[in-house]
């Protein structure tokens, strides 16, 4: 009989949690009908810092990747948008592939740098690498130089699908806009957790879960490292110039500080990653919402916000390294993303 | 001519950084901690320093003096009671609570201070300089040079002369081993990042004098000093002296090419350096 047994990632939370995401997404898709301005635009940036956190996980949370220099890639990505719609007149919609087409570039050479460092040598050589790419940026007159630019006002109304959102939801274009990247976002973000859910329960994703478990034991069963970090750093490079592009599409402006700034698109990242629980699907989603949160409670506060997350963040990784979702995890058995393979039995019922 | 002017500013700039990064360096070599936070500390030395100096009118070497204990404190403390449990195999940890730190630090600094921009007074100091030839060096980086030459004697002097040097070299090399000949290796870290702290309130004194500082300041500061530390290699003291004045050098000639090109001169020669030696120049210690 054992040639019945199968291997399954299936779980009841799982089956339960997956028609809970359609349903989620059904509702996140039509909610600009009923939805204010200011709550699609709080959505917005959760669903962005939520990409990037996606991300940033998948480096670091499964390859021990730690960059710090994940700025130049939303950097780039985003100044390639609007140097593509500025010098060709691309449009802005059709620019976000281009901004990721980019930052996939521009992660090559980048990659046979970095990959040559460890450890910490690693994370200070992403920086780096980040910084010379904004002073280079930076010399670049037609999209602003040092001060940076506003996207144009032709390229803006141009965007696909606006008119239509306009006609259809009768709201103003800049009100159009941001419905438009709301979706936008909403799309990047299902497309990246489906995506690195999908690639975890694949062969790959198995050797990518076994590389984070033990990298020693992973290589001694063949899987080929190297080519993981290749894989990994490659991936996350083009999701990140997505999310940065969409970012400052939806932003309307642009300057080299804004757009490498490291604490906003590294250390906010890592800190969303670290307190929701590093090296899980689950982990991003629950620490962007506690950050979102912790935003909009001391948002009277002015600087404590930051103070109450650095402590946090630092809180969590001295007591408890695996994070909340990590806490929640461990005492329920709740996986929401089951990647473990379990064996399964037929006829559970009869043994 | 105007070169060798170029390039005497470049090295005594690189004393600046070389200073900037000896605490980095001290730290990051005994226990191979990645402080995030080292630049945001020079900046809270900076501002002890000033608080210092307006309370009690003090002279800001003077001030230094007193701030030094203080800091040596405040890392003893920091280290003991948060960034040993960091320490290990994983290099996350370390670097995601310095990271909080930094955080931490330059938003306290801009609650108690605000973000207005500061600076210490050293008087007539500032703007004194004296001539050799066709070169006219301000006093302030000749002085920024020399106390970064002596910082770094005075470090290696502790290294390699004293039983609390050699307890660093030891846990530095295998602090399980070093732990079963006596030695308490959360002490010695604590007593590491204690030094760290004085040679960053050093650091603190002429960041403080030579330019504005404000509580953002800092992170700017903590990757030359990085880039010092690791072109110069793991360990090495005087490596991050030479990594300073590559960097420091490579900045001045670029920026006497092209303003702009001054800061990514600097880390473009960091590249290049780690590119070709990619353990950096002197490397002592194994990582």
């Known amino acids: 009989m054992a040639a019945t047994h199968s291997i399954s990632t299936r779980t009841r939370a799982a089956t339960t949690s997956g028609i809970a995401a359609l349903v989620l997404l059904a ?130 109304d141009a965007m696909w699908g606006v008119e239509w959102i306009e006609v259809f939801f009768d709201v103003r274009s800049s009100e159009a806009r941001d419905i438009l990247a709301y979706w936008l976002a909403l799309a990047l973000a299902a497309a990246t957790i489906g995506g690195i859910y999908w690639f975890l329960r694949t062969r790959r994703g198995l050797a990518l879960a076994a590389l984070r478990d033990n990298v020693e034991a992973a290589k001694s069963v063949g899987v080929d490292a190297n080519r993981m970090k290749w894989i990994v750093f490659l991936v996350a490079a083009f999701g990140t110039g997505i999310a940065g592009g969409l970012i400052f599409l939806q932003n309307g402006r642009i300057s080299p500080d804004s757009a490498f700034a490291v604490t906003q698109w590294t250390a906010f990242v890592i800190f969303i990653v670290v307190i929701g629980g590093i090296g899980t699907i689950e982990g991003p989603i629950i620490g962007v919402l506690v950050f979102f949160i912790l935003q909009e409670a001391l948002a009277d506060f002015g600087a404590v916000y930051l103070i109450v997350l650095g402590l946090l963040g630092i809180a969590i990784m001295l007591f408890a390294q695996r994070g909340l979702w990590g806490l929640f995890s461990d005492r329920t058995g709740i996986q929401l993303f089951p990647v473990r393979r379990r064996l399964v039995t037929p006829d559970r019922g009869n043994s | 001519m105007i070169w060798i002017d170029t390039i005497v500013q470049g090295v005594l700039l690189g004393g600046l ?81 310095t990271f909080g730190l930094s955080v931490v630090i330059q938003n306290a600094l801009l609650e108690g201070f605000s973000a207005d921009s500061q600076r210490i007074s050293m008087g007539p100091l500032e703007t004194a300089s004296v001539s050799a030839g066709p070169v006219t060096v301000g006093l302030l980086p000749l002085l920024t040079f020399a106390s970064a030459i002596l910082v770094i004697v005075g470090l290696n002097w502790i290294f390699y002369r004293t039983s609390i040097g050699r307890a660093y070299r030891a846990t530095s090399d295998d602090p399980v081993t070093a732990s079963l000949m006596g030695i308490r290796p959360d002490r010695v870290f604590a007593s590491a990042m204690g030094l760290a702290l004085i040679v960053v309130t050093i650091a603190a004194l002429y960041l403080g004098t030579r330019s504005n500082f404000d509580p953002y300041v800092g992170p700017a500061r903590l990757i030359y000093a990085f880039e010092a530390v690791i072109i110069g290699g793991l360990g090495s003291l005087w490596g991050t002296l030479a990594g300073g004045v590559i960097i420091g050098v490579a900045q001045t000639v670029g920026a006497s090419i092209n303003p702009e090109w001054q800061i990514l001169a600097g880390h473009v020669a960091f590249l290049v350096v780690l590119l070709i030696r990619p353990r950096g120049l002197f490397p002592r210690a194994v990582d």
């Open chain 1, 27 to 156: 509702v996140a898709i039509v909610l600009p009908a009923f939805a204010s301005r200011s709550l699609i635009q709080d959505l917005f940036f959760i669903l962005t810092m939520l990409t990037l956190a996606q991300f940033w996980n998948l480096l670091a949370g499964y390859t021990g990747l730690v960059s710090v220099g994940q700025q130049a890639f939303v950097g780039f990505g985003a100044y390639m948008l609007f140097g593509s719609t500025i010098l060709w007149g691309v449009n802005p919609v059709a620019a976000l592939a281009l901004s990721g087409l980019f930052a996939l570039l521009l992660a090559i050479p980048t990659a046979f740098f970095v990959f040559r460092l460890s450890g910490a040598y690693f994370a200070i050589g992403t920086w780096v690498v980040a910084e010379v790419v904004r002073l280079s940026v930076a010399q670049w007159q037609a999209v602003g130089g040092g001060t940076g630019t506003s996207l144009p006002r032709d390229a803006r």
């Open chain 2, 17 to 97: 950084y070389a200073l900037f990064a000896a605490g980095l360096s001290l730290v990051f070599g005994i226990m191979r901690l990645v402080n995030l936070a080292h630049g945001d500390l020079i900046v809270m030395a900076a501002y002890l320093i000033l608080v210092v100096v307006s309370v009690l009118g003090l002279n800001p070497f003077v001030a230094a003096v007193i701030a030094a204990p203080i800091m040596f404190v405040f890392g003893w403390i920091l280290q003991k009671g948060v960034l040993n449990r960091t320490l290990g195999e994983d290099i996350l940890p370390p670097l995601l609570v």
